[in-house]
């Protein structure tokens, strides 16, 4: 999809506060509300903003460790059907597809170590994986939202 500064400039406001009026962002780039609104949409109907949701402070909500589980398949089974397993699970934020020794990287939370131990036992029991290597969050340095890349432009 193509973006015009409009579009760039709408994509920026709503990465900084995704529950900005439409009021408030036509002001910021001098349109109307409704422009905005039918602007809002089309992002949202081209898959380029794929929702709005409140972001959460893993350690207010009782999640104080974060980990990332490196997964090897095992040979000759499905990938798609181990990615479903894995994302059935609850703990699991996120499950990438990676090059290297292991095929997939998950991001998971816990409440505890021990609770981060109980979901390493469930996730290396799942039918499809060989083995797992864990690595362990010791402090969030930075997250933040994805970089736009037309930001620096």
């Given at each position: 999809m193509q973006f015009d500064t409009v579009d760039k400039r709408l994509l920026e406001l709503l990465r900084e506060d995704g529950r900005a009026s439409h009021a408030s962002l036509a002001k910021a780039v001098g349109l109307s509300a409704p422009a905005v609104g039918e602007?809002?949409?089309k992002l949202?109907?081209?898959?380029?903003?794929?929702g709005f949701r409140a972001v959460l402070d893993?350690?207010?909500v009782g999640l104080q460790v974060t980990a990332?589980?490196?997964?090897?398949?095992?040979p000759r089974k499905p990938a798609k059907q181990l990615?479903?397993?894995?994302t059935s699970l609850p703990e699991v934020e996120a499950v990438y597809s990676v090059a290297g020794v292991y095929s997939f990287m998950a991001k998971v939370r816990a409440r505890s170590t021990s609770e981060l131990?109980?979901?390493?036992?469930?996730?290396?029991?799942l039918d499809g994986v060989e083995r797992t290597e864990t690595i362990m969050?010791?402090?969030t340095a930075v997250e933040r939202a994805p970089?736009?890349?037309f930001s620096r432009e």
């Open positions: 602007r809002v949409r949202e109907q081209a898959g380029v903003i794929k893993p350690e207010a990332f589980v490196m997964i090897a398949p095992q990615v479903e397993r894995l131990d109980e979901l390493l036992d469930r996730m290396f029991l969050v010791l402090r970089n736009l890349p």
